[in-house]
């Protein structure tokens, strides 16, 4: 984890990658181009590429009317404005399912200089509460690129969520992302710390430190929050009895809230949730700062391992 | 800028196409039949918008009995015009139409909102063979249609996009976000149609939300606007004729027509904009509408 890369520069280059071998990618932006790195494929394919303007309703409804005719539209803008259409992604594209690829960009509290009114801390409970949209976040840079690839081949909406940070790489190129599955990146049987998103480093991070305290961490990278992998969440809450969620997003409606849904039918163990608590974070000097002060620092997931340990040893 | 409107007297003249008082008849007889089929589904359901389905009868009617090229048996088939009920509630009439030209049974009619039924509330285009795109929530239409325009472009096709709106819709600010992007792209594939009855759900449009000066409004977003009456099938047709022969922009036909056409008591009255008749009501409407036939 030490080559640090920018997960939208990533997305910019696996977009054209996959515009080159196909020619059904069509892009549409609403004015946030040169930011969410769609520039790429805007020089390369001009005629594929379509700026609506601040018109972010238009945007979701354009992607709609290319997809009814068999292109794969990338519609993108910030994840946070994004949700100014929410009322055109239920319609026009969950309800009528069209091939729409909804890209938020800037996603979490990654746009750490422009504040509350630029963050996403919604739109992974927002998304995934519409019925037919495929909600994915990738964890690193590679992880990135290879989703982008997966969600052309995925038949249906997909909402993509998009940091704008520079963030830590944590998997090699042979690495395989399915739709619809987790993935264990790394063994324990003490507890399960479930993570999305830049919370993947840092939740490898705490589970190394614990383990220098003798406490076994495993941990699950989840990039695909809708459809579940309930699967493997019941396995795993079986076999460690223990859980913490992370997620740069409200701890209402994300990750945290589709781990207890799925467990408290089928298997309930300790849950703990790391996430931003139902606040508005302020603007902050980097990114990484922000993190470490409302709650997402590596140091928060330690102690939530421990504090969710501790419940598991009075339950039994 | 070379804006055609077509005052009602101006039509009659000039180098428009000549269509047959026979074909307008018979146009007529649709609109008045789909009139009756909508009243009925809505009588028989106890739901739905009499009001905005009896304004559009006769641009319905001249779309799927005469204009579209669609066919039937193939709802799917490539190079068929799109169309889109932007104003998804007048469902009613729509789906008449779609059920008299043969794309599913008339009979279906009598299952709208019923369990199970493939005809739903407001048009859903998974379900209902010859729905193009799901509607309901107003104010998609054209933004959805600009996207469809751009594929027709990039894929070198001739067929055309037909869309209806109302005018309480225009309203929307979406509207307004898809007509910069229809003539940004010169998207003169697109034809969209503005069901001008000034009434919308709550009252009259000129009082709750004007739209005046409604043809400059779209003159200035760089659309052709084509003004017709719209219970004028030879009018709506000679319209429909004038926006096919532009090709630097895209059309808007703003068809001034009446809320609750042929029906006297629901005629400019918004409480007919979403009331199912009761009993005596309808069979005074029916009375109505087949007099007229007739008469
Ligand atoms: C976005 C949205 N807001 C409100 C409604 C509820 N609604 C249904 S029809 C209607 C009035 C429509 O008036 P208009 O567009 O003039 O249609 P018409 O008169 O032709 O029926 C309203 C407010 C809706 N369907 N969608």
Redesign the pocket.
Known sequence: MDRIISMRHSYGEALLDCGIKNKKIVVVVADVSSSVKTDFFEKRFPERFFNVGIAEQCLVNVGAGLSLEGFIPFVNTFAGLLLRSFEQIRTCVGYAETNVKLVGGYAGISDYKDGATHYSICDIAVMRSIPNITVVVPADATETKKLVCEIVKWSGPVYLRISRAETPVIFGDNHKVVVGKGQIIREGDDLTIIAVGVMVGRSLLAANILEQEGVKARVINMPTIKPFDKYLIIETAQKTGAIVTAEEHSVIGGLGSAVSECLSQSYPVPIEFIGIKDLFVETGTSHEYLLDHFGLSVNDIIEAAKKVIKRKGNIK | MNTIILSFDKIEGGSMKHYSKKLIARLNDNANQLRIDALRMIYERGAG?P??CL??SEIISALYFHYLKIDPQRPHWEDRDRFILS?G??SAILYAALARRGFFDIKELQTWGHPNSRLQGHPDRLRTPGIEMTT????QGLSIASGIGLAARLLQQKWRIYIL?????CQ?GIVWEGAMMASKYCLSNITAII?Y?D???DGF?HEIMPLEPFIKKWQSFNFEVVEIDGHSVKEILQALDVTKEIHDRPSVIIAHTI?GKGVSFMENEAKW??LAPDDEQYRQAITELKGEKNG
């Open positions: 918008h009001g905005g304004s559009c104003k509630h007048a309901g929530t107003l104010g709106m109302g005018d309480g819709e929307s069901d009855n009434v919308q759900l449009c809320k904009h979403g």
